[in-house]
């Protein structure tokens, strides 16, 4: 199974955009799914996560009440629904299925170890 993010683009300051983690091949299922971003010159950083069932998310503290993050359907595993965005939000945005027998919540990239192609958002002042 691969993962491929999708949906970036370039964007204004406080618009928005929806970014979809799909699966190619054979259906998988994960604990979690999460996403990263990972900004020029800098490493890559948690952004969110939601359990499969979608009972709880969990946030990075500076996308807390900005993003949204939510299961999607059939092979869409994730959606991250990004709103207010700013130019520090450029980054490639990673998603990712977590490995197996991780304690919630996933928010390091050692409790991932599934990752999708990347997807460019640009935000401009």
């Known amino acids: 199974v691969q993962l491929q993010a999708s949906g970036g683009g370039s964007v204004q300051a406080g618009g928005s955009l929806r970014l979809s983690c799909t699966a190619s091949?054979?259906?998988?299922?994960?604990?979690?799914m999460g996403w990263f971003r990972q900004a020029p010159g800098k490493e890559r950083e948690f952004v969110a996560a939601?359990?499969?069932?979608?009972?709880?998310?969990y946030y990075a503290q500076s996308v807390k009440g900005r993003f949204t993050v939510s299961r999607g359907n059939a092979m869409t595993l994730a959606l991250l629904q990004m709103n207010s965005l700013e130019p520090e939000d450029t980054a490639v945005y990673y998603c990712?299925?977590?490995?197996?027998?991780?304690?919630?919540?996933?928010?390091?990239?050692?409790?991932?170890?599934?990752w999708g192609q990347g997807t460019l958002v640009t935000v401009s002042s």
């Open positions: 990712a299925g977590s490995k197996a027998g991780r304690r919630w919540p996933h928010r390091t990239e050692d409790d991932f170890g599934y």
């Open positions: 091949g054979s259906s998988s299922s994960y604990s979690a």
């Open positions: 939601i359990q499969w069932s979608g009972r709880s998310s």
